[in-house]
């Protein structure tokens, strides 16, 4: 069970617009900055979004990242059949620990 | 750009013992803190240990607690993750990642992963 909740499953065509969300509580996302990475199969999971909204230097701005209150949200435009990946999101508790969702599958149809 | 390799995993029976290694280089490994995520089989992320950049602070996942141990080696950019006692539910891919802080924490570089199988 992890500490943070994600869709487990979400799916679009290509050229379409995603969102995946990411619920925690007072002790997580509500007083910490989130993370998002991607995990394409096979591979190691990949910085996508940092500091709520912020993207790596070379990740396009298709993708984008929101946060309010005690969630986050990532959005994905134009979508392409290389995103079909797994996504996560992370952030820190109140410990100091780092909690992740436990990922979302994201089908381009 | 920033490379990390991890090495050590293998198959290994329950209560038994392994030391995963992570070679680090083209960055100043002394300079960030570090930290091990694992994923098991068909599982997501999770979060097992850090260590802060001179290895005089470490935190631990609750379920690996007083089992596992994490440390580095400034002078040879390595980090290493010393586990024992490891039960069935510690297989996994275990990672090591960099971690950053800017306005908040994140891991910016991954390794590839070392796959650690508890079975007898």
């Known amino acids: 069970q992890s500490v943070l909740t994600q869709p487990p499953s979400v799916s679009a065509a290509p050229g379409q617009k995603v969102t995946i969300s990411c619920s925690g509580s007072?002790?997580?996302?509500?007083?910490?900055?989130v993370s998002w990475y991607q995990q394409l199969p096979g591979t190691a999971p990949k910085l996508l979004i940092y500091?709520?909204?912020k993207r790596p230097s070379g990740i396009p701005d298709r993708f984008s990242g929101s946060k309010s209150g005690t969630s986050a949200t990532l959005g994905i435009t134009g979508l392409q059949t290389g995103d079909e990946a797994d996504y996560y999101c992370?952030?820190?508790?109140?410990?100091?620990?780092?909690?992740f969702g436990g990922g979302t599958k994201l089908t381009v149809l | 750009e920033v490379q990390l390799v991890e090495s050590g995993g293998g198959l290994v029976q329950p209560g038994g013992s392994l030391r995963l290694s992570c070679a680090a280089s083209?960055?100043?490994?002394?300079?960030?803190?570090m930290n091990w995520v694992r994923q098991a089989p068909g599982k997501g992320l999770e979060w097992v240990s850090y260590?802060?950049?001179?290895?005089?602070?470490?935190k631990y996942a609750d379920s690996v607690k007083g089992r596992f141990t994490i440390s580095r080696d400034n002078a040879k950019n390595s980090l290493h993750l010393q586990m024992n006692s490891l039960r069935a539910e510690d297989t996994a891919v275990y990672y090591c990642?960099?971690?950053?802080?800017?306005?908040?924490?994140?891991?910016?570089?991954w390794g590839q992963g070392t796959l650690v199988t508890v079975s007898s």
């Open positions: 007072s002790s997580n996302i509500a007083n910490n900055y």
């Open positions: 083209r960055f100043t490994f002394s300079s960030y803190e």
């Open positions: 500091d709520n909204n």
């Open positions: 990642a960099r971690v950053i802080t800017t306005l908040g924490h994140y891991f910016d570089y």
């Open positions: 992370g952030t820190w508790d109140s410990s100091l620990s780092a909690v």
């Open positions: 260590i802060s950049r001179t290895g005089s602070s470490m």
